[in-house]
């Protein structure tokens, strides 16, 4: 089975703080994803992955940064957490891509945080 | 931008009974459809995905797919209150990898 595992559950940081989110999948995938997942607004792409050192921006970007270094990590980073930065955030990966891609995307458990 | 819609529910069926969720999408390049099931403070798990027009079936759930409507639906017969979660459609759009965008997802209650 796959694991991706994110370093918190839940998390607590203060306006202003920089912000590491960890996650770690144990598969070999190429494929890596942060989204964020907000009550109304369903599932949105940060940023993903296709390899190491590569990240491509999705939908939402504007005051994150990542960083891949290694193939199984990716991780997220907050420059400056803001109030409204506070959701949970899902990493996934997957396998490859392909046209008729159906490589499912799996998900860590999240980690919940709250900007204060 | 591609969007993917979805009612948000929630939508409640009587144990037993057949739940339809429905998704319709606005990019027509769409080539890859996916359904997800989350249950309350847990993170998504795929159920079901289908790139073929036509049914698609996988135990008590189907998958369907009309491109020209641009249209993907799961079916749940015999429905059971462990299927009471939130059921998120998505859908891959081109060959520029796999960028999947979500639907806001749709809350089925199975009632006892």
């Known amino acids: 089975d796959v694991k991706v595992t994110q370093s918190s559950r839940y998390l607590v940081k203060r306006t202003g703080e920089k912000v590491f989110l960890e996650c770690v999948q144990d598969m070999d995938h190429e494929n890596m994803f942060w989204y964020r997942q907000d009550p109304g607004l369903g599932l949105r792409l940060i940023y993903f992955s296709y390899d190491v050192k590569m990240k491509e921006k999705g939908d939402i970007p504007e005051g994150y940064s990542v960083s891949r270094e290694k193939k199984e990590r990716f991780s997220l980073i907050l420059e400056s957490a803001s109030t409204n930065q506070t959701s949970m955030y899902l990493c996934?990966?997957?396998?490859?891509?392909?046209?008729?891609?159906?490589?499912?995307?799996?998900f860590g458990n999240g980690t919940r945080l709250t900007v204060t | 931008q591609k969007e993917v819609e979805q009612n948000s529910g929630p939508l409640s069926v009587p144990e037993g009974a057949i739940a339809s969720l429905n998704c319709t999408y606005s990019d027509r390049g769409s080539q890859s459809f996916f359904w997800y099931r989350q249950y309350s403070g847990k993170s998504p798990e795929l159920i079901m995905f289908?790139?073929?027009?036509g049914d698609k079936e996988d135990g008590r759930f189907t998958a369907q797919l009309n491109k020209a409507s641009q249209y993907v639906s799961l079916l749940i017969r015999d429905s059971q209150p462990s299927d009471s979660a939130t059921y998120l459609c998505a859908v891959n759009g081109d060959n520029a990898g796999n960028m999947l965008t979500f639907g806001g997802g749709t809350r089925l209650m199975v009632k006892p």
């Open positions: 996934a990966s997957s396998l490859d891509t392909g046209i008729n891609f159906n490589s499912p995307l799996h």
């Open positions: 289908i790139y073929s027009n």
